[in-house]
C-alpha cells in the first residue's frame, strides 16, 4: 500500500533541467503539507587505487594528501567563489523561487530543510531518504532522457536501490532558455 506522503526528497545539481521538478517538488508539498528537504550533493571524484598508489609513492602520502586538499579547494573556489555550499544552496533556492514566480524562500511550505553532502550522488540521496525518513524522491531528468532507451546513471541508481518511490519530471521547454 502506498504510504500518505509526509516527506519529500528533491535532489538537484541546479541545473536548468531542474526547473520543472523543482516547481512539482514545491507543488506535491504544499498539496500534501509535506516536509521538503532539498539536497545537493557536491560530487567527489574517483581516482582509481593504481594511480593513488604510484602519487603516493612518488610524492609520499602526506604530500599527496597535501595536494589534494588544495586541488579541492582550488575547485571550490573556482566553480563557488569563496561561498560556503550552504550559501550557494540557498541562493540557488531563492533564483528557483523567483523563476517559480514564489516571492518567499519558503515556498510557503511549514517544513522546509536544505542539505548539502559530499559524496556519491546516488549514495547521498539514499542516505538522505533514509535518515530524514522521506517517502518520496523527485529528481530532475535531462532534455532526451527517454530516447534510445537511455536514462542518466544517477536516476537508474536511485531507481534501482530506492525503497521508497522515485519521480523524475522531464524539463519543459522553457527551462532551456
Known sequence: MFKPIQSILFA?????SCQAAFETSISLAVQYRASLFLLHVLEEKYVPPYVERIMTDYLGQEEWETMQK?????????????MSPEKITHTALQQLCKKAGINDISCGIPNYYTLVDKGNVVSCIL?????????????????????HNSLG?????????????????????????
Open 70 to 82: 588544495d586541488q579541492e579547494q582550488r575547485a571550490r573556489e573556482i566553480l563557488i567563489g569563496k
Open 12 to 16: 538537484t545539481d541546479f541545473s536548468p
Open 153 to 177: 546513471s544517477i536516476v537508474k541508481g536511485v531507481m534501482r536501490h530506492s525503497r521508497v518511490p522515485v519521480m523524475f519530471v522531464p524539463p519543459q521547454p522553457e527551462d532551456h532558455d
Open 127 to 147: 542516505s538522505a531518504v533514509d535518515e530524514h525518513g522521506c517517502n518520496l524522491v523527485l529528481l530532475g531528468a535531462r532534455e532526451g532522457f527517454l530516447e
